[in-house]
C-alpha cells in the first residue's frame, strides 16, 4: 500500500499537469513580419484624414509591418505643404495593435506624428490623433549607431513583443502591448 507521503506527492504532481495544461496556453503566438506592397497599398490612404483636411501621401515612403492575421502597424510621410499641419506633423501612423512608445500606450486607430530636433543626437517625437489633433505624448528618438541607412520611415516587426521605428536617422522603441 503506498504511503500517505507518496499520495501526496502523485495529487500535487497531477494537479500541476492539469493547471500548466488548462488556459495557460494561448495557442501559437503571431509571428511579425514586414507588409508587403500591396498590402500597404490597401492600408495606406492616398489621402490621410487629419482634422478637417485629407493630406496626400507619398506611398513611396510608406513602411509597416503585420502579424498575418489581419493586424497592422503602418506609416507613411505626409506632403504636409501648404496645410494646417506644416510643420507640425510630418507622418500619418495607423496601429490595429495596441502599442506602448514610451510612456504612451497607443490604442488601435489613426495618429500623426511630427519632431523636433533636440541636439546632434536625438529628436522629440511628438504623437497626436489624426481625427482631432489631440496631444497623444512624445518619446525620444536617438541616432541609429548600428547603421548608417537614413530612412524617411522604418517600422521593423516585433520579435519578442517589441521592436523599432526609424524616422530619417533616429530611433524609438515600440511594445506590443497586447
Known amino acids: ?11 500535487l504532481f497531477s494537479a500541476s499537469i492539469v493547471s500548466n495544461a488548462a488556459g495557460v496556453h494561448s495557442g501559437p503566438r503571431a509571428r511579425w513580419r514586414a507588409a508587403t506592397e500591396p498590402e500597404l497599398r490597401k ?6 484624414p487629419v482634422i478637417k483636411e485629407n493630406i496626400e501621401t507619398e506611398f513611396r515612403t510608406a513602411s509597416g509591418v503585420t502579424d498575418g492575421r489581419g493586424k497592422f502597424v503602418a506609416g507613411v510621410v505626409m506632403i504636409t505643404a501648404g496645410y494646417s499641419a506644416e510643420g507640425k506633423y510630418s507622418h500619418f501612423f495607423i496601429t490595429q495593435a495596441a502599442l506602448k512608445i514610451g510612456s504612451m500606450l497607443l490604442q488601435p486607430g489613426e495618429y500623426v506624428f511630427g519632431y523636433q530636433r533636440i541636439n546632434n543626437d536625438s529628436i522629440r517625437v511628438s504623437f497626436y490623433r489624426a481625427s482631432s489633433g489631440e496631444a497623444v ?16 520611415l522604418l517600422i521593423s ?22
Not at 500500500?1 to 495529487?11: F, K
Not at 492600408?43 to 490621410?48: D, E, F, K, S, T
Request: net charge positive; with cysteine.
Open 43 to 48: 492600408l495606406i490612404p492616398a489621402r490621410a
Open 157 to 178: 516587426p516585433p520579435i519578442d513583443g517589441r521592436a523599432t521605428i526609424q524616422v530619417g536617422r533616429f530611433l524609438f522603441e515600440y511594445k506590443l502591448a497586447d
Open 1 to 11: 500500500m503506498p504511503s500517505a507521503t507518496n499520495l501526496i506527492c502523485a495529487a
Open 137 to 152: 505624448g512624445t518619446v525620444d528618438a536617438h541616432v541609429n549607431r548600428k547603421g548608417s541607412m537614413v530612412r524617411s
